[in-house]
């Protein structure tokens, strides 16, 4: 099963570089579980705003255990842990995404309005319609954010790079679903991908 994690920093920052380390070792120890991994920070790019992860496991208990045993949630960093079930239609991993000396990368993350799975599935041909020119070179990983039950719509989490907030905040307003207001709230954070200086993850 495929699932989406956000690990929301506290306001003032928690992290520190022992943890690092520690943080680091135990996300290789688990590589095969990760779809995309990375932080994601103010436009400044100095400022956490969280750790976004993209695995596969066999359930949610599954997801539970790793991330009750990873060393920052471990110790206290994150203020807040939002599990979610996720799909995966480019059937792709971070790893494949063909990286470039200057890529400016986005965590977009909506949440849907309650309610709105059949107004979401009447949009969908659209949606992908609009996403397909950026399927090849833009998109990391993209995905619908779903229920337990893995099949009703909730929201969104994507990566994508884009040159600066001006081309992700157009990209957004012209997106189909949130065009026509299924969305209650939409985050749009600078990504950098996780792991150690040069690792591919």
């Given at each position: 099963?495929?699932?989406?994690?956000r690990?929301?920093d506290?306001?003032?920052?928690?992290?520190?570089?022992?943890?690092?380390?520690a943080h680091w070792?135990?996300?290789?120890?688990?590589a095969d579980?990760f779809?995309?991994?990375?932080?994601?920070?103010?436009?400044d790019?100095?400022?956490?705003?969280?750790?976004?992860?993209?695995?596969?496991?066999p359930?949610?208990?599954?997801?539970e255990?790793?991330?009750a045993?990873?060393?920052?949630?471990?110790?206290?960093?994150?203020?807040?842990?939002?599990?979610?079930?996720?799909s995966?239609?480019?059937?792709?991993?971070q790893?494949d995404?063909?990286?470039?000396?200057?890529q400016?990368c986005?965590?977009?993350?909506?949440?849907?309005?309650?309610?709105t799975?059949?107004k979401?599935?009447?949009?969908?041909a659209?949606?992908?319609?609009?996403?397909?020119?950026y399927?090849g070179?833009h998109?990391?990983?993209?995905g619908?954010?779903l229920?337990?039950?893995?099949?009703?719509?909730?929201g969104?989490?994507?990566?994508?790079s884009?040159?600066?907030?001006?081309?992700?905040?157009?990209?957004?307003?012209?997106?189909?679903?949130?065009?026509?207001g299924?969305?209650?709230?939409?985050a749009?954070?600078?990504y950098?991908?996780?792991?150690r200086?040069?690792?591919?993850?």
């Amino acid at each position: 099963m495929l699932f989406h994690v956000r690990l929301s920093d506290y306001p003032v920052s928690r992290r520190n570089s022992a943890l690092r380390d520690a943080h680091w070792k135990y996300f290789e120890n688990h590589a095969d579980h990760f779809i995309a991994r990375g932080a994601t920070f103010e436009d400044d790019d100095n400022i956490f705003k969280a750790s976004v992860i993209f695995v596969d496991f066999p359930n949610r208990d599954a997801v539970e255990s790793f991330l009750a045993n990873e060393p920052l949630n471990k110790a206290g960093v994150f203020q807040s842990v939002e599990i979610a079930r996720w799909s995966n239609p480019l059937a792709r991993r971070q790893r494949d995404f063909a990286r470039k000396d200057g890529q400016v990368c986005w965590y977009i993350r909506g949440w849907g309005k309650p309610g709105t799975n059949d107004k979401r599935n009447e949009l969908f041909a659209a949606h992908q319609a609009y996403f397909k020119p950026y399927d090849g070179e833009h998109f990391i990983v993209r995905g619908g954010v779903l229920a337990d039950d893995g099949a009703t719509w909730t929201g969104s989490a994507n990566l994508i790079s884009l040159p600066d907030r001006a081309a992700i905040e157009a990209f957004v307003a012209e997106e189909p679903f949130n065009k026509n207001g299924l969305f209650e709230r939409i985050a749009i954070e600078r990504y950098n991908f996780g792991g150690r200086p040069g690792q591919l993850t």
